[in-house]
């Protein structure tokens, strides 16, 4: 059989709404043009992220019933403890209540002002950790990962020539720990292959340096390793999902991707000084280390889902969803970041609407658009997200201009998609007549969550 269908069936239905163009214009307008900002009632499909949106199984709702709540010692974190090692084999195992509280304690406890941390593509919130903690936080993104149109199997890799540069310019008693981002979300959901994992490690051991990897996605990567890497076809998800785990010292994760959960994150690590480290941040931040800020029902839910999402079934029907979307965009000519990742479709709003400069953020024009004509919420990752301003306080691009459909794991149907399609193909007729944005306010830290925007 060609046709991929979903593998489970629908037990339980969420009511979905379709509310009218001036209650989205009126919606929109009350949430200061920021999509973030908006009641998810007013959002017909949600594809603001694919982060905690998921649906879980049948599975692991009845091991929610197994929680146990005990403060310390519990079973259900035994349960989690046990898959946790048997995906990663590291040696100490730290639940946090999501990704980001693994990285701050990261960066609370191994980052000094002044050090730099490099990575292929930092996500917001570890880039805004680590630089909050004082380091510069540096994308060294594989040439072809910033070609929108350049179809490569493996375009999330990080550039290997930039990053011994790094080190050799910096000195490596500069760089606390490098990072690699599976997959590499913020340029496109792109996959990291197995032989760029394991030469990024070969090179850090060479300088002494220690590798964190920021493990989200990581069976969607091991998928992509199966399907496009030599040598790995025979190899079962888990195999390959080991085998990557194997290269790293330390890894940050949050459970909401590939754990297939609501809530939850990990911390590991194999070396005992920074286990010590973190565990005395994890009591003073999250809570007692086999909890550490969630609660026992919720471990019992990531111990299972964690599994589920290296079955291959889950992962093929994943990954058709992504690939019905991206043919359904090359069948209008829109353009998306090419080939599509894993999680998500990256609309190119730069090429879709070259009449609106980055600074006048044409990927918060289309994110609105959107809304405004079908109620689909998205993101934008552009000059919001990632601008900078320079040290002369003038506002600087970012480099890339996406708009992410984000794909909740599970939970849409083939008709959500054709619906999305069928919005996109609407929004098409009028794209010239789309305005610019300004932003009217913004805090100091992560602007896109609540900024406040004006169109031009
Ligand atoms: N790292 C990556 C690569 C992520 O995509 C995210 C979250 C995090 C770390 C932080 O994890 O949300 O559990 O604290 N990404 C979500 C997104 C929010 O929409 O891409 P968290």
Redesign the pocket.
């Known amino acids: 059989m060609k046709t991929i269908i979903e593998p489970f069936r629908i037990k339980v239905t969420e009511p979905l709404k379709v509310i009218s163009k001036e209650e989205r214009i009126a919606a929109l307008k009350n949430a200061h043009n920021n999509v973030f900002l908006l009641h998810s009632e007013d959002c017909a499909i949600d594809l603001?992220?694919?982060?905690?949106t998921g649906a879980m199984s049948t599975k692991q709702w009845a091991a929610m019933m197994l929680g146990d709540e005990s403060y310390a010692g519990s079973p259900s974190f035994r349960r989690f403890e046990e898959t946790v090692r048997l995906i990663t084999g590291m040696k100490h195992i730290f639940p946090t209540?999501?990704?980001?509280?693994?990285?701050g304690i990261l960066a609370l406890t191994k980052i000094k002002p002044g050090d730099i941390v490099p990575n292929n593509?930092?996500?917001?919130?570890?880039r805004a950790n680590f630089e909050f903690a004082g380091a510069y936080a540096m994308d060294l993104i594989c040439e072809e990962g910033l070609e929108n149109d350049f179809v490569a199997p493996f375009k999330g890799n990080m550039d290997l020539r930039k990053l011994e540069d790094t080190i050799t310019g910096n000195g490596a008693e500069k760089i606390p720990f490098a990072m690699m981002?599976?997959?590499?979300?913020?340029s496109g959901g792109q996959p990291v292959s197995m032989e760029n994992i394991r030469k990024t490690k070969a090179l850090l051991d060479k300088y002494g340096i220690p590798f964190v990897m920021?493990v989200?996605?990581f069976a969607e990567n091991a998928f992509f390793i199966q399907q496009r890497e030599k040598g790995y076809e025979n190899k079962t998800l888990l195999e390959i999902a080991q085998e990557m785990f194997s290269y790293a010292d330390a890894a940050?994760?949050?459970?909401?991707?590939d754990g297939l959960v609501n809530?939850?994150?990990f911390l590991v690590c194999n070396d005992d000084d920074w286990a010590e480290d973190f565990k005395n941040a994890l009591i003073m931040r999250e809570g007692f280390i086999t909890y550490g800020g969630l609660a026992g029902r919720d471990l019992e839910a990531a111990a299972v889902g964690l599994m589920e999402a290296l079955e291959t079934d889950y992962q093929k029907y994943r990954h058709a969803t992504i690939e019905y979307l991206a043919k359904a965009l090359d069948s209008k000519n829109i353009p998306y970041v090419k080939p599509v990742g894993g999680?998500?479709v990256f609309i190119d709003a730069k090429a879709f609407l070259p009449h609106i400069p980055p600074l006048e953020y044409p990927g918060i024009a289309l994110v609105n658009t959107l809304y405004l004509a079908g109620g689909i919420r998205s993101?934008e990752l552009g000059s919001v997200m990632f601008g900078r301003f320079d040290d002369n306080g003038n506002e600087q691009p970012g480099p890339l201009e996406l708009v992410?459909l984000?794909i909740p794991r599970r939970v849409y149907t083939q008709s959500h998609f054709d619906y999305i399609a069928e919005t996109l193909d609407y929004l098409m007729q009028d794209v010239e007549k789309v305005k610019g944005y300004k932003i009217t306010y913004q805090p100091k830290y992560l602007r896109h969550f609540t900024c406040h925007f004006e169109q031009l």
Request: glycine share 10%; aromatic share 2%.
């Open positions: 603001l992220t694919d982060s905690g209540h999501q990704g980001r509280a693994a990285e593509s930092h996500f917001d919130t570890t981002t599976v997959t590499n979300n913020t920021d989200c996605r940050t994760m949050s459970l909401k991707k809530i939850g994150g999680h998500a993101v992410r984000a």
